[in-house]
């Protein structure tokens, strides 16, 4: 999946893609996306999407990591196949004021620079 950075710049070509100072913040932009959006969501492809404020909802039980680990690992490596990942840690402290974090160390395209992607889910 490749997407332009936001904000979306015009030319006399139509809209600027990213020069390779920004493909960081564009790889950035497109995990927010892929972890945001719920599957379903998206039409075109009906399985995209982590979809990780659904387990915000789900305090009666325990947070199911395994599963949600398992999710970003195949929708990172079906959708965003140039990114590698390298760890990723979820933050549960404050999951039952509705808060959700997750840390992601991942490289692209097989770079030795280890890039870090947070995030922090609230609803």
């Known amino acids: 999946m490749i997407s332009a950075v936001l904000p979306l710049v015009t ?3 139509g809209y600027d893609g990213w020069n390779d100072d920004q493909t960081i913040e564009a790889v950035k932009q ?11 969501e998206y039409v075109m492809a009906s399985n995209f999407g982590v979809g990780l404020p659904n387990y915000l909802f789900n305090l009666d039980t325990t947070f199911p990591e395994t599963e949600v680990r398992s999710r970003i690992h195949a929708q990172v490596g079906e959708y965003m196949p140039y990114v590698e990942i390298k760890n990723l840690t ?34």
């Open 30 to 40: 497109n995990l927010h996306f892929l972890m945001l959006t719920r599957p379903g």
């Open 11 to 13: 030319s006399a070509n």
């Open 90 to 123: 979820f933050s549960l402290e404050n999951i039952d004021g509705n808060q959700l974090g997750i840390r992601l160390e991942y490289s692209i395209n097989q770079s030795i620079l280890t890039e870090v992607f947070e995030l922090t889910v609230t609803l």
